[in-house]
């Protein structure tokens, strides 16, 4: 009898339910296309989605950094070879490459992504899966997040949390040549904006070479809005009226400075 675990709570089923249709999706359209026969399961939990990958027709390998995890989803998913390390491990090269690589809810629970990006374009010879929850902004950056000390979060609980921007980027400077958003995410409410809250997850393919399928659209490499040396960069700018008051209390020499710097500009 399997033993009880966090990730069997009720609100994770339905995220892996979720999530599982656009995998299944996607891999049945992409079909002999990109001729896949392996796949790693990166911080694979209980053996949810390396149970999937199983039952696709694929050859599976699955890690994790959470040995108590690993021994659960031995039990749980026989079928496939599970192993404990921590995706920033160097070591984890050691595994060789991977037609597809799959990591689900783990990228912003690390200390050092980019890192462990680079470690999943080492492995990936065809296509990465990644679903991330992503910090909020436009911007490519990330933010510290302290964690809460349970098993379902980072194993140091402090993490840098990624936007999906940063995501892009960090795939694209990782050697991936096309980074895809799926066209049509999760129906799942992580995966949309309301009126009332935000969206906090996304769902991604890094791939070394092009992908013909029109459940993918392409996104282009973020550009940073703010260049962080440049004191100017990034600071609010004032509107007209807020101008208008900071000329009127301007002394009079000044008034006339500001009046010639603006007559020898037109």
């Known amino acids: 009898m ?9 609100h994770y089923e339905s995220l892996n339910q979720s999530r599982a249709i656009r995998v299944r999706e996607l891999l049945s359209d992409l079909g002999g296309k990109i001729g ?15 149970k999937l990958l199983h039952s696709l027709g694929l050859k599976v390998t699955a890690i994790d950094g959470r040995s108590e995890n690993v021994a659960e989803a031995s039990h749980r998913v026989p079928e496939v070879k599970f192993h404990t390390i921590d995706v920033e491990d160097h070591s984890i090269l050691g595994f060789g490459t991977f037609d597809i690589v799959l990591c689900f809810g783990l990228l912003y629970h690390l200390e050092n992504p980019f890192l462990a990006i680079r470690h ?3 492995l990936t010879s065809s296509i990465l ?11 490519p950056v990330m933010g510290l997040v302290d964690e809460n000390l349970t098993e379902d979060q980072g194993l ?4 840098f949390y990624p936007t999906e921007s940063c995501l892009v980027k960090l795939f694209y ?11 049509s995410l999760p129906d799942h409410p992580h995966f949309r904006s309301s009126p ?7 769902m991604l393919i890094a791939s070394t070479r092009p992908l013909d399928t029109r459940l993918l659209r392409m996104v282009p490499e973020a550009k940073s ?6 004191p100017c960069s990034g600071a609010p700018r004032p509107n007209a009226l807020a101008k208008l008051r900071g000329f009127a209390v301007k002394p009079l020499p000044e008034k006339l400075k500001s009046i010639k710097r603006l007559v020898k500009e037109q």
């Open 225 to 230: 809005l703010i260049e962080p040396w440049d």
């Open 2 to 10: 399997s033993e009880w675990r966090v990730f069997d709570q009720s």
């Open 156 to 159: 140091n609980h402090v993490a």
């Open 129 to 139: 899966f990644v679903e991330s929850v992503i910090f909020p902004g436009d911007n």
């Open 173 to 183: 400077r990782s050697g991936f040549p096309v980074v895809y958003r799926l066209a």
């Open 36 to 50: 896949a026969r392996t796949a790693l399961d990166v911080g694979c939990g209980l053996g949810y989605f390396s």
């Open 196 to 202: 009332y809250s935000r969206q906090a997850r996304t």
């Open 120 to 122: 999943l374009r080492a």
